[in-house]
């Protein structure tokens, strides 16, 4: 973590902070989130979400003509995200024409879309944010041995290789320190007050993280397998696959050994971590508090009924696990369905001091962010009829678990009773961790089931495809679960060209500001009350932002109320 600001910062009250303090200019190239909290006796009191971003779909394909002068359609919006727009965009066109997928081209989607889920867990785990919760420091004076029977009582298989191997990553871990700094390879700053658990269990979690790239690979040979990867995604043709896509046995087989090896991994290491990360941290059930949780149904279900994932939103029952009229409820989470209007606030009135802080001027923080060229509009504050929604993994989880669904419900049942939790503690920062393994887990079981099935369709000559005919005019939405969580596409035609194409992504749901009648966004709301030990290392801070998994660039700035400094952190 790089602390780049420090200057003196207003009390709670004063609205601003001191007018002498120097002002830093912070350049922001592209999009750009930026999230501020206030300190008051070493706790959040106040939380703001903002940011700006790019929304050019409109741009690139309002009116357009193709060659054959048919509607031009982009398959990739170019974010982090692409293959999951590229569904999107293909499930709008096909609503709009109101075409039904043929259920040998749902179960192919699925399966990519399920790999795909899967890899961003493992990047997101081991990659992206090792370093909220492992001790690089802790990892290197560990004893190997003891690592290695941590990892056997845990998981099926134990650690690879035994002490042995852990004693040879420790070794690696040194070179990559001591030749790229500690930096490089996720290492953090250090240790912290609120890092728990044994050495043995950082070394473990640094082992996996130089495994998981092994297994991202077999994903990827699996997608490439599909013809799918960096130059696009065959498995969302519009009406199905394309012709000629090569299922044939032996494609199926070699994706299945891909599947299986990635099954492996997510059963012995990426599973079993996170419950002994929950384990070790168990006081993180109780911080970082969500309301709703926002997901549409998705992925075909192996039984062959509806979706593996139902959709709707899902929250904690206020009086435990009574039923409510008409909503699935188990343990104390109730469900209902998603059928309210979407509407985005993009200004919202907000009072004279609130607009300050989400418009970022510098008299709110004494720091000026300072955007790039580009047509960057400010987050919006989506709302399903009236209510804030978190997306994500871990709305799809507790909306499958509401329902009883299975393997949903198998699943995160073993998982909750081997970290000693209950239900009710998957509202946090900690659930949002779990639920990521969680579902990894459901995901990669019914990615082999999937493939069953398919081999089952292709024996009997189903179609894979559908005639796709647009109409002149109309409107079509495409609804697509991708890793961060709820994304919609909509797609409006006239007199043959499209008029309107937008999108609302996961991340706008996820760090939306408040909205006019003062109900905040969903990160903003987890972070209130949380306990940081030191503003100038707010790893409490950051687990939270992270567990929300912004799609883009992220400061955090910290105003400490307490030593009246405000600093800035890179939180991406």
């Not at 700053?189 to 640094?206: C, I, M, S, T, V």
């Not at 891909?258 to 109780?286: G, I, K, N, S, T």
């Not at 997901?295 to 593996?308: C, K, M, N, R």
């Amino acid at each position: 973590m790089q602390v780049d600001k420090a200057h003196p910062a207003p009390t709670p009250a004063a609205g601003g902070p001191d007018q002498g303090a120097p002002r830093r200019e912070i350049p922001c190239p592209g999009n750009t989130f930026v999230i501020g909290v206030r300190l008051v006796d070493g706790r959040v009191d106040e939380a703001w979400s903002t940011g700006r971003m790019l929304r050019n779909m409109n741009v690139l394909l309002r009116g357009g003509l193709d060659e054959q002068g048919n509607p031009r359609f982009a398959q990739q919006a170019h974010c982090l995200c692409n293959d999951g727009h590229a569904l999107a965009a293909v499930r709008a066109v096909e609503d709009l024409a109101g075409v039904a997928v043929p259920r040998g081209a749902l179960l192919v989607r699925s399966l990519v879309q399920a790999l795909r889920c899967i890899q961003e867990q493992l990047l997101h785990v081991y990659q992206f944010h090792l370093s909220d919760w492992a001790c690089l420091d802790a990892a290197l004076r560990a004893d190997p041995a003891r690592a290695a029977r941590l990892a056997a009582a845990g998981a099926p298989g134990g650690a690879t290789g035994g002490a042995e191997s852990l004693r040879s990553v420790q070794a690696r871990l040194q070179t990559l320190v001591r030749e790229q700094g500690a930096q490089a390879i996720g290492g953090g700053a250090g240790p912290h007050p609120d890092r728990h658990g044994p050495d043995e269990l950082h070394l473990l979690l640094h082992a996996h993280g130089l495994e998981a790239l092994q297994a991202g690979a077999a994903i990827n040979a699996a997608l490439a397998l599909l013809d799918c990867g960096p130059q696009g995604f065959a498995a969302y043709s519009l009406g199905g696959l394309p012709e000629g896509m090569d299922l044939g046995a032996r494609v199926r087989d070699q994706v299945r050994v891909h599947v299986l090896r990635c099954r492996e991994f997510v059963a012995r290491a990426l599973l079993p971590d996170l419950e002994r990360l929950a384990r070790a941290h168990a006081h993180w059930a109780e911080i970082g508090r969500g309301g709703s949780f926002l997901s549409w149904g998705d992925y075909a279900h192996p039984a062959g009924e509806g979706t593996l994932f139902p959709g709707g939103v899902a929250a904690p029952a206020p009086d435990g696990p009574g039923r409510a009229a008409g909503a699935g409820n188990a343990a104390g989470w109730n469900v209902r369905a998603a059928d309210g209007p979407i509407r985005e606030e993009r200004e919202p009135r907000w009072s004279p001091g609130e607009r300050d802080r989400y418009r970022l001027r510098p008299d709110a923080t004494g720091l000026e962010f300072r955007w790039g060229q580009g047509d960057f509009a400010w987050l919006s504050a989506p709302r399903l009829g009236a209510t804030p929604c978190e997306a994500g993994p871990l709305a799809r989880l507790m909306g499958a678990w509401a329902l009883g669904r299975e393997p949903v419900h198998e699943i995160l049942q073993a998982s909750l009773e081997n970290c000693g939790l209950a239900p009710a503690a998957m509202n946090s920062t900690l659930g949002r961790l779990l639920a990521r393994g969680v579902e990894a887990a459901v995901l990669a079981r019914a990615a082999l089931d999937w493939l069953d099935e398919l081999e089952r369709t292709l024996r009997g000559g189903a179609p894979l495809r559908t005639e796709v005919r647009l109409p002149s005019s109309g409107l079509g939405l495409g609804r697509v679960e991708v890793p961060r969580g709820a994304l919609l596409h909509s797609v409006r035609m006239e007199d043959g060209r499209i008029a309107d194409h937008d999108y609302l992504i996961p991340s706008l749901w996820n760090f939306s500001p408040r909205d006019a009648q003062g109900v905040r966004g969903p990160l903003e709301q987890a972070l209130l009350g949380t306990a940081v030990a030191d503003p100038g290392h707010p790893l409490e801070v950051l687990r939270t932002v992270h567990a929300f998994d912004p799609c883009n660039g992220c400061h955090l700035v910290v105003e400490d109320t307490n030593t009246g400094r405000t600093i800035l952190v890179d939180a991406t």
